[in-house]
Structures are given as C-alpha cells and as structure tokens.
C-alpha cells in the first residue's frame, strides 16, 4: 500500500498494477485513488472498464494499442477476470512491450503467482496484496475513523464491536456509519450503543448456537436456530456453517493440544487471534469425538435432504436436538 501512496505522490505511475486478496474493502479503495491518478474527471472516452471471466482479451489488446483521445493516456480497469489463474498468457506477451500510453489496474480475487500474467505485472509494473488485516491494525483504523468524526470509545467497547462485524473492512465500515448515526447527539459510544444497533453476523448465530448445544441448552440452541430462519437464511447453508464451525474446531482443538498459540491457530484457520481465542475456549468444551460426531450428523442430515427422507428445515431441526441429546 505504502508503494502505491508513493507512485501516486510522486507522479511515478506504472502502467500496470494488479490489487489482490481477500481484503475487498481495501481493493476498491486503492483501485479508485489510482483512478483518481490516472484518469482526469470526466474522461469516459479514454476510461474503460472489463468484469468477469467472460472478457474479450483480444478485444482489450485493440483497445490498448488504440492512442488515447486527446489525452496523455487510456486507462482500461479489469476486475475479476480470473486471467491470473488461466488464460492469461496473450495478455502477459502484450504487458511485456505495451502501447506506452496505455496504462492497467487489475483487480483480483485469487491469483496463481506461478502465472506468466502475475510475474509480468510484477516485473513490469506492482503486484499489491490486500489480505485481511489483524486485530491491531483494524481497532487503530476503527477508531481512527471515530476520532475524526469526534467520537470516543473505550478499548473494550471496541472490541465488541469487532467480535459483531468480524474483520471484513467493508462490514466495519457500513456498521461504523450506523453507529456514528445512532450516536449523533453523543461523543461517546458504549457497550449499550454497540449492542442496540450492530447486526450481528451469520456466522456470531452459528458460534453461539454452538456455545448453546455444548452447554446443553436446548432451548436457546432452537431459539438461534429459528432466529437465523427468521433472517432469510436457508436451512441447508445454516447446516453448511454447522459443520464448518465443527471442523473449524476439531483443527482448533488438534493445533492447541499440539502447543500452538492463538496467534498461530488463527493464521492456519484464517481467523485474526482475537476471534480465535473464542474459537480456543469453545473447542474446550467439547470431545474430539463429540465435534467428529457433529460432522457426521451434518452429512446424515444433508443425505435425508437431498433424497427427499426429510425437508430441509425439520431436518436441521431435528440434527440439533439430536446432538443435544447425544
């Protein structure tokens, strides 16, 4: 991020740049400073843009050899193409010597950095990994954005905000705007004010549906069950985050017993430590048998689904008290 910042505020801007990684947030908010550096408001004419797989590449190659009008340079914007896993290697040959007026922003997803197409953009131009930030980096951008809207908040209170939105940026963001809004007569925002108007994430449900069945609480486990029915979501995705969360913890239980730190389960899981600390204490709670039996059941419960034994939602249902009662 730094060596962009740099190219920008210098005025020494490569003709190709390639955003990629997880952090989608971070993506688009480089890819529109870039845009902003290289194209001048207003100029549709030499501004282009290309999305998806579906994309012509020798279309592109045209467009690019094409001088710009009346303009110092042509600017084509090429996201989600998948051309840095597979079939970009005519795009690679024409990146090694392009028209010197025309300039690239790739932004990608996934990447294969054994690809001719990565290893082109890197060399000739800046190849920028956007992954998804820690715990520090996230409470300082947080409450960075609070201070400047004059809010305060305690440590704390942060991060239980950030255990609602987890670490997506673009999530904290839109959650942020909704805090700042319910707080506007007030300079400091409490637990209360956190509590009363974050949403909580899907996967914040599933956590503590888990939390309730290895607690043995029925009832609140069918409460959050029909809580996240309520919400629109599909019965057989909430049984697909069941079973995820299960063998999230069986990796989490296996890796702890093995002696590694929160720091470290959380990066072979991809989860920032201070979530996987929470993922430590639930695994605790339960058996290596117990969490392999869970799974089981999941896929039980799919294959009653699936050859019409059972419909979805009884079925996701009855795999809770099932395993309640186990």
């Not at 820690?134 to 609070?146: F, K, S, V, Y």
């Not at 007569?185 to 069945?213: G, K, L, P, Q, Y």
């Not at 990066?267 to 600390?277: D, H, K, M, Q, R």
Request: net charge negative.
């Amino acid at each position: 991020m730094q060596r962009i910042n740099n190219d920008i505020k210098q005025g020494t801007l490569r003709q190709a740049y390639l955003l990629y990684g997880d952090e989608r947030y971070l993506k688009m908010q480089y890819r529109d400073r870039l845009k902003k550096a290289l194209c001048s408001e207003g100029d549709d004419m030499n501004t282009h843009y290309y999305e998806g797989k579906d994309i012509s590449v020798g279309e592109i190659i045209d467009l690019a050899e094409t001088h710009p009008f009346l303009a110092g340079r042509r600017v084509i914007f090429i996201s989600g193409s998948g051309l840095f896993k597979s079939g970009g290697e005519k795009l690679a040959e024409y990146l090694a010597e392009p028209n010197e007026t025309s300039y690239f922003v790739f932004t990608e997803e996934e990447v294969d950095k054994r690809s001719r197409l990565f290893k082109t953009v890197r060399d000739k131009g800046y190849a920028a990994e956007f992954g998804v930030q820690d715990e520090t980096t996230l409470m300082r951008w947080t409450a960075g954005i609070l201070k400047r809207e004059g809010k305060n908040i305690s440590e704390a209170t942060l991060r239980l905000f950030l255990s609602k939105t987890g670490d997506d940026m673009e999530n904290i963001h839109s959650e942020l705007e909704k805090l700042i809004c319910y707080t506007l007569e007030r300079d400091v925002i409490t637990d209360t004010d956190v509590e009363s108007i974050c949403t909580d994430r899907v996967s914040n449900h599933i956590f503590d549906m888990i939390n309730a069945i290895a607690d043995r609480q029925t009832s609140k486990a069918l409460s959050l069950y029909y809580d996240l029915l309520a919400l629109r979501e599909p019965a057989m995705r909430i049984l697909f985050l069941i079973a995820r969360q299960c063998n999230i913890l069986l990796q989490v239980k296996e890796m702890k017993a093995r002696g590694f730190d929160n720091k470290a389960i959380g990066g072979a899981v991809s989860l920032p430590p201070f979530i996987a600390g929470k993922y430590v204490n639930q695994a605790s709670k339960f058996s290596v048998a117990a969490l392999r039996h869970v799974v089981e059941q999941c896929v039980d419960a799919e294959e009653s689904v699936k050859s019409g034994r059972m419909n979805d939602v009884m079925s996701v249902e009855l795999l809770i008290i099932s395993v309640l009662n186990a």
